[in-house]
């Protein structure tokens, strides 16, 4: 038996980078006032957009979740989001990957009324609040 290190990439035969970044989207199914959205259209457009931006995407099913509104006195709201997450070359983490990524998370929050858009990168949440018109 060896001692040397093991180099998965080798060992895999892995033609492309490794993504080394994770990247995190948190699909709501409930708008601000506890209404069902259309999960399905929104996990789509998140996967679509990863994919061009990252090569690749998935989602995993719908879990159990809870959101407190701080702007609604605390009101909790329960819903199932589903969670959808991309390893990324950290290259590909560049402004305009990344303000692409905002843009589609912009318009979920606006069009599906979402008092908070979660998005994780490299193990740090960024609740985004404010949604620009494109």
Do not use: C
């Not at 989207?25 to 996990?43: A, N, T």
Request: proline share 4%; charged share 25%.
């Amino acid at each position: 038996m060896t001692n040397a290190a093991v180099t998965p990439h080798e060992v895999f035969h892995s033609a492309l980078p490794a993504g080394t970044s994770l990247v995190v989207v948190f699909v709501p199914s409930k708008d601000r006032e506890g209404q069902p959205i259309d999960q399905d259209l929104w996990v789509d457009e998140v996967l679509t957009t990863l994919g061009r931006l990252f090569r690749g995407a998935t989602a995993y099913p719908r879990g159990r979740g809870v959101w407190r509104d701080d702007e609604r006195g605390g009101t909790l709201l329960t819903e199932e989001p589903v969670i959808v997450f991309s390893y990324v070359a950290e290259e590909a983490l560049t402004v305009e990957t990344l303000t692409e990524l905002y843009r589609t998370l912009s318009r979920m929050g606006r069009e599906a009324n979402q008092g908070e858009i979660g998005v994780v990168i490299d193990g740090k949440y960024y609740g985004i609040t404010e949604y620009h018109a494109e």
